[in-house]
């Protein structure tokens, strides 16, 4: 849930807004060649694509617009300097856009927005697997109706591989993703994390998060 594909050049601005809405609960990828992008929104089916105005030609921007759109139907907001304002077409097939320097907070406010008005007010406020139940408004677990109790980086950790069912993440990935660009530590952390949250949540009869041999961990579809 909130998987965002953010296509722009990679820089300071950019780099503090993708770090930004990790820490706001969404999952952002930066995307820095354009060629590339339809194969990631094909593989990845992102909720939202933020797209920087002038990555691109107007022209070559408005294709890869579409052709995104025929693929999976993505939420798409540009990303506009204002001197690019007057140059901006809406018929581009965006369906909003934010004006840089750009607010982490003001961001995630319209995509939260745009995802309630397209998919309704229940949208990434609860993740079921089975009798698996998280519900993000709360930061609560529950498993067969009972609440679980996780520590923060447990419940995290959970949250992350239960919104990308299917999907293999490394170590180093979950690393970054949950703990954070500033964290040092080694990859055994996140073997001992897996290791704690499989003890509370899962039994012969539940089983939800996989092990990748001399990969990683996923979440089961």
């Known amino acids: 849930m909130n998987r965002v594909l953010v296509l722009a050049n990679h820089n300071e601005g950019i780099s503090r807004l993708?770090?930004?809405?990790?820490?706001?609960?969404?999952?952002?990828?930066?995307?820095?060649?354009?060629?590339?992008?339809?194969?990631?929104?094909?593989?990845?089916?992102?909720?939202?694509?933020?797209?920087?105005?002038?990555i691109l030609d107007p022209t070559g921007l408005k294709e890869l617009v579409s052709a995104c759109k025929s693929a999976t139907q993505p939420l798409i907001v540009g990303l506009l300097s204002i001197s690019q304002l007057k140059a901006f077409d809406p018929n581009l097939g965006m369906d909003d856009f934010v004006l840089s320097p750009y607010q982490p907070?003001?961001?995630?406010?319209?995509?939260?927005?745009?995802?309630?008005?397209?998919?309704?007010?229940?949208?990434?406020?609860?993740?079921?697997?089975?009798?698996?139940v998280l519900d993000l408004?709360?930061?609560?677990?529950?498993?067969?109706?009972?609440?679980?109790?996780?520590?923060?980086?447990?419940?995290?950790?959970?949250?992350?591989?239960?919104?990308?069912?299917?999907?293999?993440?490394?170590?180093?990935a979950l690393l970054k993703r949950v703990w954070g660009y500033d964290y040092f530590g080694g990859t055994r952390t996140v073997d001992v994390h897996?290791?704690?949250?499989?003890?509370?949540?899962?039994?012969?009869?539940?089983?939800?998060?996989?092990?990748i041999r001399n990969v990683g961990y996923r979440f089961r579809e």
Do not use: C, Q
């Open 137 to 172: 408004s709360r930061y609560e677990v529950y498993m067969a109706g009972k609440k679980i109790e996780l520590t923060f980086k447990e419940y995290e950790l959970l949250r992350f591989l239960a919104s990308n069912p299917g999907r293999v993440f490394t170590r180093e």
């Open 194 to 211: 897996i290791r704690r949250l499989r003890s509370k949540i899962e039994d012969a009869k539940h089983i939800f998060v996989d092990t």
């Open 105 to 132: 907070l003001e961001v995630a406010s319209r995509l939260k927005h745009l995802l309630w008005k397209t998919l309704g007010p229940d949208i990434s406020e609860v993740l079921k697997a089975g009798d698996l």
């Open 18 to 54: 993708v770090s930004s809405l990790e820490e706001l609960g969404y999952y952002p990828t930066l995307v820095s060649a354009p060629e590339s992008l339809l194969d990631r929104v094909m593989e990845e089916r992102p909720d939202v694509l933020l797209m920087e105005f002038g």
